[in-house]
């Protein structure tokens, strides 16, 4: 997924447009009051961010990001205004990735884009993603809308479990055999649901997200999923 901050209507639909016709999903917001709920539902493997926005600025963005925990590993893309040689170097400097300067050609976009993601994959956590809820794997954390979680050690690697195979069906001995291992000896099935259970709570209302099948097991509901 990657996000795109950026307040002229017309540039941010043909980006949007670009990147979905190259293979990418993507989404665009118009300012920060749009793009701070997305990120605490979201987080993105990358995203464009325009310095001259209404209301808060893209620096000023690029700044909170850097300083949590959640959106600091995220790639980002300055868009600068064409020889604006402080706005590149201040973006640099800030901790962006790399910059584009307007106007630029949406292939030049996103020939900088792979680019991008090639350089930061092997230094950014993993963080898995099933509608509000992320996972990130580096860091071992959980989080619902941008709020930590806390799963005890068997929940978390239930809960990954699920995150990294949405839509599907796990039985109960399949979950024994994948979680729990060679200790799952002698363990009764009603574990599983106890465990699920007890996740589902921590999760809030995001604990949905994990469906009951009726005499089979467990499934992480895809996104998209009804």
Same mark, same amino acid.
């Given at each position: 997924?990657?996000?795109c901050?950026?307040?002229?209507?017309?540039i941010?639909?043909?980006?949007?447009?670009?990147?979905?016709?190259?293979?990418?999903?993507a989404?665009g917001f118009?300012?920060?009051?749009?793009?701070?709920?997305?990120?605490?539902?979201?987080?993105?493997?990358?995203?464009?961010?325009d310095?001259m926005?209404?209301?808060?600025?893209?620096?000023?963005?690029l700044?909170?990001l850097?300083?949590?925990?959640?959106?600091?590993?995220?790639?980002?893309i300055?868009?600068?205004a064409k020889?604006?040689?402080?706005?590149?170097?201040?973006?640099?400097?800030s901790?962006?990735?790399?910059?584009?300067v307007?106007?630029?050609?949406?292939m030049?976009?996103?020939?900088?884009?792979?680019?991008?993601?090639? @350089? $930061? =994959?092997?230094?950014?956590?993993?963080? +898995?993603?099933?509608?509000p809820?992320?996972?990130?794997?580096?860091?071992? #954390? *959980?989080?619902?809308?941008?709020e930590?979680?806390?799963?005890?050690?068997?929940e978390y690697?239930?809960?990954k479990?699920?995150?990294?195979?949405?839509?599907?069906?796990?039985?109960r001995?399949?979950?024994?055999?994948?979680?729990w291992?060679?200790?799952?000896?002698?363990?009764?099935? @009603? $574990? =599983?649901?106890?465990?699920?259970?007890? +996740?589902?709570?921590?999760l809030?209302?995001?604990?949905?997200?994990?469906? #009951? *099948?009726?005499?089979?097991?467990?499934?992480?509901?895809?996104?998209?999923e009804?």
């Amino acid at each position: 997924m990657i996000y795109c901050v950026e307040d002229d209507n017309a540039i941010r639909d043909l980006m949007i447009y670009t990147l979905r016709a190259t293979g990418f999903e993507a989404l665009g917001f118009e300012s920060d009051t749009d793009f701070w709920p997305a990120i605490k539902i979201r987080i993105p493997e990358l995203i464009i961010l325009d310095v001259m926005l209404p209301g808060e600025d893209g620096m000023s963005i690029l700044s909170k990001l850097r300083a949590s925990s959640l959106t600091s590993n995220i790639p980002v893309i300055m868009a600068t205004a064409k020889g604006s040689e402080y706005d590149k170097v201040s973006g640099l400097d800030s901790g962006a990735d790399d910059y584009l300067v307007k106007p630029f050609g949406m292939m030049e976009m996103i020939s900088r884009i792979k680019a991008v993601l090639r @350089r $930061t =994959v092997n230094k950014r956590s993993l963080i +898995l993603t099933c509608g509000p809820i992320s996972l990130d794997e580096d860091k071992h #954390t *959980v989080s619902v809308k941008g709020e930590l979680v806390f799963p005890t050690l068997k929940e978390y690697e239930l809960l990954k479990m699920f995150m990294e195979n949405p839509g599907q069906v796990f039985t109960r001995h399949n979950i024994l055999s994948n979680v729990w291992g060679m200790d799952a000896t002698g363990i009764e099935t @009603r $574990t =599983v649901d106890v465990h699920v259970g007890t +996740l589902r709570t921590k999760l809030g209302e995001s604990g949905d997200m994990i469906k #009951t *099948v009726r005499g089979v097991g467990y499934k992480m509901k895809e996104t998209n999923e009804q």
